[in-house]
Each structure stands twice: as C-alpha cells, then as structure tokens.
C-alpha cells in the first residue's frame, strides 16, 4: 500500500489543478473571447434583415423570370423572328 500512496497524491493533485481551472475558466471566462462574440452576434443580428430582402429579392427575380418564359411558350409559339420579317413584294 505505501507504493501507490504517491502515485495517488500525484494523480489527486493533478485532478484538483484540472478541477480548480476548469472553475477558475468558468468563473472569469476570457474577455476578448467574450468580446468577439458579442460583436459578431450584433453583426449577424444587423445584417439579417438584408441576407432575407437579399433572398426574397432573387427569389422573386426567378419566379418573374420563369412566369415570363412560360408566358412566351404559350402565347407566342413561334419565334417573334417570323412576325418581324419585311416581305418584300
């Protein structure tokens, strides 16, 4: 029993120091960590709003787009070069 004494001091003392740091980071966590991520939040927070009318914009951009295709397939059926073509006499 006295050979796995130390070896047992040891192992507590080092599971104290972890303990005791793992506390010590939770009770004054680092500012500058800190800091960072309430500044990105608030960016992120600001720039929402533009990333979505960003979004909707191309959106509605595309569904135009295809309403405008579909459109030309049924009502002009052929290519608007045949209306266009001077007959000459």
Do not use: C
């Not at 909707?56 to 073509?85: D, E, H, N």
Request: aromatic share 14%.
């Amino acid at each position: 029993m006295m050979t796995r004494q130390p070896h047992q001091d040891q192992q507590s003392r080092v599971l104290y120091e972890l303990s005791a740091m793992i506390l010590n980071l939770l009770r004054y966590p680092p500012t500058s960590i800190q800091f960072s991520d309430e500044i990105m939040f608030f960016l992120g927070f600001l720039l929402m709003p533009w990333v979505l009318g960003l979004v909707l914009l191309f959106y509605v951009a595309g569904v135009v787009s295809s309403i405008s295709m579909s459109g030309r397939v049924f009502f002009l059926p052929y290519p608007i070069s045949i209306f266009t073509k001077k007959r000459h006499p």
